[in-house]
């Protein structure tokens, strides 16, 4: 429903379809090594064989059944696969000779490196730190005692600024999701969000400015930054930083910009 909206059962599984033929083609020589160790296990271990086999099929329709493609989502499955196929490298070198154990392991191993926190994880990588460590530093550095401060989400459920600085989040406000999930949907979680703002009840506030494949902006031009925050909050808060975040495993196409507003 967040991510689709109302959709009629017809419309569900054409979306699945075709976020399965995506996702299997995209992995295709991973689902295919997957396929061949449950080959390889029916022949020898055919109780197992269809355990993971049944397991597999499960674990992907409940995953895929929403229609949407995310690499986080394919975190789970993958596991399943790379679990397959070294079960079945296993079962196979116990039952051939065993001078072959080590290609057989580098098969079995080699899979791996498709893991998409490997090679699409930009915060791994990049030497500037994610915005929720550089609004908890400013914070820490701005109070002399954080965890007499709070701070509300506006726009999104959780930045994770938190874990590095000790201000009061969810257990002085309730979470907002606002990204997928319209106003109209839950009105009294607006209203309250509202007055929270119009009273000025959190010391600072994290605005999403944009996310998921919408297009970023320049987060040195003031003007830009502000233009992304509703006039509402402005009145009651002023931006005193803004950064980029991650999913954890989304390309740079997908990045979050934050805003940390304080209360003015």
Not at 100 to 125: R, T
Not at 202 to 208: D, S
């Amino acid at each position: 429903m967040a991510y689709g909206g109302n959709t009629t059962i017809n419309e569900k599984i054409i979306s699945f379809i075709n976020t399965s033929f995506q996702t299997i083609t995209t992995n295709s020589w991973l689902f295919s090594l997957a396929l061949a160790g449950i080959f390889i296990l029916w022949r020898l271990q055919k109780k197992l064989a269809k355990l993971l086999l049944v397991v597999s099929l499960i674990s992907f329709i409940v995953t895929y059944l929403v229609g949407q493609a995310r690499l986080y989502s394919f975190l789970q499955i993958y596991t399943i696969l790379i679990l397959i196929i070294i079960i079945s490298t296993v079962a196979l070198v116990n039952s051939i000779n065993k001078s072959y154990l080590w290609i057989l392991l580098l098969l079995a191993l080699f899979p791996i490196i498709q893991n998409p926190f490997f090679s699409k994880a930009p915060y791994i990588w990049s030497k500037n730190p994610v915005a929720p460590k550089l609004f908890g530093e400013i914070i820490n550095r701005e109070c002399s005692d954080a965890k007499l401060e709070s701070l509300v989400y506006y726009n999104i459920v959780d930045a994770g600024v938190e874990r590095y600085t000790p201000i009061k989040v969810s257990e002085k406000f309730k979470y907002f999701e606002r990204t997928n999930v319209p106003d109209k949907a839950y009105p009294e979680q607006k209203t309250y969000l509202d007055r929270i703002i119009n009273n000025s009840e959190a010391t600072y506030v994290v605005i999403g400015l944009n996310w998921g494949r919408q297009k970023s902006i320049n987060l040195e031009n003031n003007h830009e930054v502000e233009s992304k925050i509703p006039e509402q909050v402005q009145k009651k808060y002023k931006v005193i930083s803004a950064g980029y975040s991650y999913y954890p495993v989304e390309t740079d196409l997908n990045q979050f910009q934050l805003a940390l507003l304080k209360k003015r």
